[in-house]
């Protein structure tokens, strides 16, 4: 504001650093003779710089068979994943929890390089190193500044490739540590527990190693599983803040991916009605109702994303109440309640539900409210004005993963990895606003 303000007075503005908010540190010090007062000539008005070109979302089909797909967002800050569809679902029930182990395991030695010198190579850079799974993909990101994508790259590329997951390195301690920290995360106990409830055949497969499973993985099954399931056509390498031609040569250059057949994943297959229960510790009881939802790449994915919104997601005002959304209405009715509504998607399946959480004595009553809302809504319909107000909702919450790089970044990946195609944020919005009573 000062300089702003200061640049209003003329021609040119001086602005003087005084030195009494500086030199008290010095002067404590014994530097009596330090002055830090200077003078800096600014011109009143400043140039707005060129804008950027707008970012474009390209994506690939290399000789090779891998996807690759870039945003060219003109960042500082670029992004690089190397996702391969072997999620938890590809599992069986003799090498179950065995990708839990291949997520903390990730970045070993390999046949060119060491796990050390990987990490220090990247380290050198300024990059980050990390990996994550889902039911669908197995992914390693790397974030770093704008021009080092080969050093990043060569390293992704032979963590990729070549991982020898040797018994010596190998190790279960993170394994244990996130199931200790798993009695205390019901999102993530209720997500693995719902679907392994809810289907018969592969998407039920935990993320989460079961217990009974902790010490019987081995370096053999983390090989022979990686192995079955990593080929080119199940290989996509997504970048955010790089150039697509040059992504596409390195990619075609450096990235060397198997060549070898993979099973198909099973088709999911629904289990039917039924309930199952946990006890956990705590004075709260949470409770998680679902039915079947939509895919990743349904057409019907924007009316399931306004009707989650509609119905009630998040507090869009800090310490606000959600009282203009249904679920919010049914959990203001309960002291110490909330309730939302949730909407999983995988490539060829979903679920919707709602997630509440009340006192123990109060719980039965909040989902009976829960319940009676989706019921007026699927009977009655919703007036015009209130699915207005959900649609901003929803395209607030598309636009805003547009807008934070990283967001980007794992939206066009899971976008691209489940779907097989991506689309723009008007796009997106387009097709929100076409949902209709």
């Known amino acids: 504001y000062i300089l702003q303000k200061n640049l209003q007075l003329g021609n040119l503005a001086m602005i003087r650093l005084l030195p009494r908010t500086v030199s008290r540190p010095f002067l404590s010090r014994g530097y009596e003779s330090v002055s830090l007062s200077n003078t800096i000539t600014l011109p009143a008005v400043l140039t707005t710089p060129s804008s950027p070109p707008p970012s474009e979302i390209t994506v690939s089909r290399l000789k090779n068979g891998i996807t690759v797909l870039s945003n060219s967002c003109y960042s500082a800050i670029s992004d690089l994943s190397i996702a391969v569809r072997a999620g938890a679902r590809y599992q069986s029930e003799d090498n179950v929890g065995v990708t839990h182990f291949l997520l903390h395991n990730a970045f070993l030695t390999n046949r060119d390089r060491t796990g050390f010198r990987v990490t220090k190579e990247l380290e050198r850079i300024g990059a980050t190193l990390s990996s994550d799974l889902t039911r669908d993909l197995l992914i390693s990101t790397s974030r770093f500044t704008s021009g080092n994508i080969e050093t990043v790259l060569e390293n992704l590329s032979a963590v990729y490739s070549g991982p020898e997951f040797r018994r010596w390195e190998v190790s279960k301690d993170r394994?244990?540590?996130?199931l200790d920290r798993l009695h205390v995360h019901f999102d993530s106990i209720a997500d693995d527990v719902l679907h392994k409830f809810f289907f018969i055949y592969c998407v039920w497969m935990e993320i989460y190693t079961p217990e009974c499973r902790a010490g019987l993985v081995t370096h053999e099954d983390m090989l022979k599983y990686y192995n079955s399931r990593v080929n080119a056509e199940n290989t996509f390498v997504v970048g955010t803040g790089v150039e697509h031609r040059e992504l596409c040569r390195l990619v075609e250059e450096v990235v060397v991916p198997p060549v070898r057949p993979v099973t198909p994943p099973v088709p999911p297959r629904y289990f039917g009605k039924g309930e199952s229960h946990i006890r956990l510790y705590g004075e709260d009881t949470q409770?998680?109702?679902?039915?079947?939802?939509?895919?990743?790449?349904?057409?019907?994915?924007?009316?399931?994303?306004?009707?989650?919104?509609?119905?009630?997601?998040?507090?869009?005002?800090?310490?606000?109440?959600?009282?203009?959304?249904?679920?919010?209405v049914c959990a203001g009715q309960v002291s110490g309640a909330c309730m939302r509504a949730v909407n999983i998607n995988h490539s060829d399946t979903g679920l919707f539900g709602v997630v509440a959480t009340a006192p123990g004595t109060q719980i039965r009553r909040l989902l009976e409210a829960g319940l009676s809302?989706?019921?007026?809504?699927?009977?009655?319909?919703?007036?015009?004005s209130e699915l207005t107000a959900s649609k901003k909702r929803a395209k607030t919450a598309v636009l805003s993963q547009y807008e934070d790089t990283e967001l980007?970044?794992?939206?066009?990946?899971?976008?691209?990895?489940?779907?097989?195609?991506?689309?723009?944020?008007?796009?997106?919005?387009d097709e929100i606003d076409k949902v209709t009573l």
């Open 373 to 384: 809302a989706c019921r007026d809504v699927a009977k009655k319909g919703v007036p015009s």
């Open 287 to 328: 409770a998680v109702l679902a039915a079947e939802g939509v895919s990743a790449g349904s057409e019907d994915l924007p009316k399931y994303v306004v009707l989650q919104h509609l119905l009630g997601v998040e507090n869009f005002v800090k310490r606000g109440s959600m009282s203009s959304t249904r679920l919010g």
């Open 408 to 429: 980007l970044h794992n939206s066009l990946l899971l976008q691209v990895a489940m779907s097989g195609k991506v689309s723009s944020a008007r796009e997106m919005t």
């Open 175 to 178: 394994v244990l540590l996130d």
